[in-house]
């Protein structure tokens, strides 16, 4: 091959598109973004949900399709983009180890799209749908919380006694105390949706001041 035909590889397509393959692709992303939406707000157990940051995911998913429908088969499209997107730094923080998932499933929905390879991306969406709803179920992070009793003199063995009593299992964590109060915090699984009552429960006990039960969501019960 000589070389004016290798130029001519580079900077031909090898590959001819329609514009109804296009507009295919760009409504399979959105219907596919649309869908991770809708998981990412169902599924979300964060301490704040970002609506920006849902959207951001379609809009990636859709971006990433049309810019594999532009690279199509050239080689040289693919090396300029690949040079033109090194220049992007993304410096927004990931709060939730989650989202970093949610991330790639819009990449990955993007890539399945624009090369033509759709299914793939529905296996794939709905067996992460059905990985997320499983996890979510979890009964372990749905009973779970932080028990925090505060107070003067707190009598540490009515206070696991009645936590004993009222949850399935549960470990001390922390125990502080300073010259004007104690502070005992325990990790305790629920029984049952019964948080209010074990916090009121422990706040009769003699010497307790206050009571915190909190969710791993960061939601504080009493």
């Known amino acids: ?8 590889y580079l900077i031909e397509s090898n590959s001819s598109i329609s514009v109804y393959q296009v507009v295919f692709a760009m409504l399979a992303a959105l219907v596919l973004g649309l ?13 704040a949900y970002s609506k920006s940051f849902n959207q951001t995911l379609v809009l990636l ?11 199509g088969g050239s ?4 090396l300029g983009m690949v040079g033109s997107l090194s220049v992007i730094r993304f ?4 709060k939730e180890p989650k989202d970093m998932a949610f991330l790639f499933w819009a990449i990955a929905i993007g890539l399945s799209c624009g090369a033509e390879m759709y299914v793939v991306a529905v296996v794939g969406s709905a067996v ?3 990985l997320l709803l499983f996890f979510r179920k979890d009964a372990y992070d749905g009973n779970t919380y932080l028990i925090a009793v505060r107070g003067n003199a707190l009598d540490s063995g009515a206070i696991e006694k009645l936590i004993g009593e009222n949850t399935r299992s549960w470990k001390l964590r922390m125990r502080s105390s300073t010259g004007e109060y104690d502070e005992i915090t325990y990790e305790a699984g629920l029984k049952k949706s019964n948080a209010s009552e074990l916090a009121r ?5 003699d010497g307790t001041d206050a009571v915190n039960v909190v969710t791993y969501t960061g939601e504080v019960i009493g």
Request: cysteine-free; aromatic content about 12%; proline content about 0%.
């Open 1 to 8: 091959m000589s070389k004016k035909e290798i130029f001519k």
């Open 35 to 47: 869908f991770m939406y809708f998981m990412y707000r169902k599924t979300y157990s964060g301490v």
């Open 61 to 71: 998913a859709v971006i990433v399709t049309m810019v594999m429908t532009i690279i």
């Open 75 to 78: 080689l040289a499209l693919s």
């Open 91 to 94: 410096r927004t923080a990931i």
């Open 128 to 130: 992460i749908a059905i």
């Open 201 to 205: 429960a422990l706040r009769e006990i």
